[in-house]
Structure formats: structure tokens, C-alpha cells
């Protein structure tokens, strides 16, 4: 299928499709048309591909970390070990910005019932609850690991050492 197709069948825009071909996230065949410019064309397991990086994407991996993943899986190193530790630490960053957004919703709360009763009292303080999120994101590493850390220093050592060529 040809470029607006497989944007149809992805839900991506063409222009997105063009970003991921470049990023070197999808690898599309050269097509017989298009003379010296030739058509890319994409086949079912494209689609296949762009799901998957909008899977990731959903759940917090950066384009880079997603091209390197790629890499790692298409090499077949991601072992059941290697899954887990990548889980792990992604777990960790989304549970941390869990709590982030958790203390940034507590905030509003507290805004709004000062707000509602006229500004009586101590007006809340957003470093009060940063804080209280900071505290428990600190707990949970260190009961769990630094998963987070783990796995970005993973991603960036594979990457430094498995890095395309330049084009």
C-alpha cells in the first residue's frame, strides 16, 4: 500500500508516516513508480510497526527509546529477563509521574475549597504537596529498585553501541 493507505489504516497522518520513515522507525520498500523519487510502499507488517510505536508512546516511551527498543527486538535480544527489566523501569517513570500529577490534582483541590470560602485562611502552597509527591516517589524506589534509572542507563548504553549509521 502507498503512503495515504497505510496513514488510513494506521489513523497516523501522512506527515507522521514521513517522520517515522525518517526517524528510521519504519522501514517502507521501494515501490517501481515514482521513477527517480520511487513510491514508498508498505506492507501488513508496517502496520503492524506503527501500532506497536503508538502502543509504546501510550505508555511513555520516547521516540529514541522506541527506535532502540526496535533494534534490540529485531536482533531478538529481548529475552524475558530483558522484557521485564525494560516493564520495570518504565513502571517506575509512569508511577512517578503518577504521583506528580496526583499531588498537582491534590493542589487544585485545596486551591479550590480556599478559593470557595473567600481566600480565608493560609493560602495553599504548591511546594507543600510537591513535596509530599517527591517523599513517596522516593519510597517506592527505594522498596522496588530504580527501575527508572536502570532502564534509561540500558537504552542509552545500547544506543551508544548499536547506533545506525549516518545517512
Given at each position: 500500500?502507498?503512503?495515504s493507505e497505510f496513514?488510513?489504516?494506521?489513523?497516523?497522518?501522512?506527515?507522521?508516516?514521513?517522520?517515522?520513515?525518517?526517524?528510521?522507525?519504519?522501514?517502507?520498500?521501494?515501490?517501481?513508480?515514482?521513477?527517480?523519487?520511487?513510491?514508498?510502499?508498505?506492507?501488513?507488517?508496517?502496520?503492524?510497526?506503527?501500532?506497536?510505536?503508538?502502543?509504546?508512546?501510550?505508555?511513555?516511551?520516547?521516540l529514541r527509546e522506541?527506535?532502540?527498543?526496535?533494534?534490540?527486538?529485531?536482533?531478538?535480544?529481548?529475552?524475558?529477563?530483558?522484557?521485564?527489566?525494560?516493564?520495570?523501569?518504565?513502571?517506575?517513570?509512569?508511577?512517578?509521574?503518577?504521583?506528580?500529577?496526583?499531588?498537582?490534582?491534590?493542589?487544585?483541590?485545596?486551591?479550590?475549597?480556599?478559593?470557595?470560602?473567600?481566600?480565608?485562611?493560609?493560602?495553599?502552597?504548591?511546594?507543600?504537596?510537591?513535596?509530599?509527591?517527591?517523599?513517596?516517589?522516593?519510597?517506592?524506589?527505594?522498596?522496588?529498585?530504580?527501575?527508572?534509572?536502570?532502564?534509561?542507563?540500558?537504552?542509552?548504553k545500547y544506543a551508544?553501541?548499536?547506533?545506525?549509521?549516518?545517512?
Open positions: 500500500m502507498l503512503i496513514a488510513r489504516a494506521t489513523g497516523l497522518t501522512r506527515d507522521t508516516v514521513r517522520f517515522y520513515v525518517r526517524r528510521g522507525l519504519l522501514k517502507p520498500l521501494a515501490g517501481n513508480k515514482g521513477g527517480s523519487n520511487p513510491y514508498q510502499v508498505f506492507a501488513h507488517e508496517h502496520v503492524q510497526t506503527a501500532r506497536a510505536i503508538r502502543m509504546a508512546q501510550s505508555l511513555g516511551f520516547s522506541i527506535g532502540v527498543l526496535n533494534v534490540e527486538y529485531q536482533a531478538r535480544r529481548i529475552t524475558p529477563t530483558r522484557g521485564a527489566e525494560i516493564m520495570r523501569g518504565q513502571l517506575a517513570r509512569l508511577e512517578e509521574k503518577a504521583a506528580h500529577v496526583g499531588s498537582m490534582i491534590s493542589y487544585i483541590r485545596a486551591k479550590l475549597v480556599w478559593l470557595e470560602a473567600g481566600g480565608k485562611g493560609p493560602e495553599p502552597n504548591f511546594t507543600d504537596y510537591e513535596r509530599a509527591s517527591g517523599s513517596a516517589g522516593r519510597k517506592r524506589q527505594t522498596k522496588h529498585g530504580d527501575g527508572t534509572a536502570i532502564a534509561r542507563r540500558s537504552l542509552r551508544d553501541t548499536h547506533r545506525a549509521p549516518a545517512k
